[in-house]
């Protein structure tokens, strides 16, 4: 059982939007949900966003002003709001984790943006 779950993955059209949540499984106690990334076909993974405990957030350049990084304390879960998507944004999404010095991984979630 992977430690953390995405969800809100799909198909949308160009210009449209999804959101993203992640959570923990609950198969490993305490983890913080920390950041997403993303991986296309033939592509290695790369960084979208994080979210630190004092809210401070970082965007990578593709996505700053299109998606918004947020996180629900009381949940222990993590959204991405992403809005004008654009094809390029095509990929898999995944959400990481930090407990006690180590990072954890869900199994991901796919984003299609297609016409």
């Known amino acids: 059982q992977v430690p953390l779950v995405e969800s809100g993955g799909g198909l949308v059209q160009p210009g449209g939007s999804l959101r993203l949540s992640c959570r923990p499984s609950?198969?490993?106690?305490?983890?913080?949900?920390v950041a997403w990334w993303r991986q296309g076909p033939g592509k290695q993974r790369e960084f979208v966003a994080s979210?630190?405990?004092?809210?401070?957030?970082k965007y990578a350049d593709s996505v700053k002003g299109r998606f918004t990084i947020s996180r629900d304390n009381a949940k222990n879960t993590m959204y991405l709001q992403m809005n004008s998507l654009k094809p390029e944004d095509t990929a898999a999404y995944y959400c990481?984790?930090?407990?006690?010095?180590?990072?954890?991984w869900g199994q991901g979630t796919q984003v299609t943006v297609s016409s």
């Open positions: 609950g198969s490993i106690f305490g983890i913080n949900v």
């Open positions: 979210i630190t405990d004092g809210d401070s957030t």
């Open positions: 990481s984790g930090w407990h006690s010095g180590r990072i954890y």
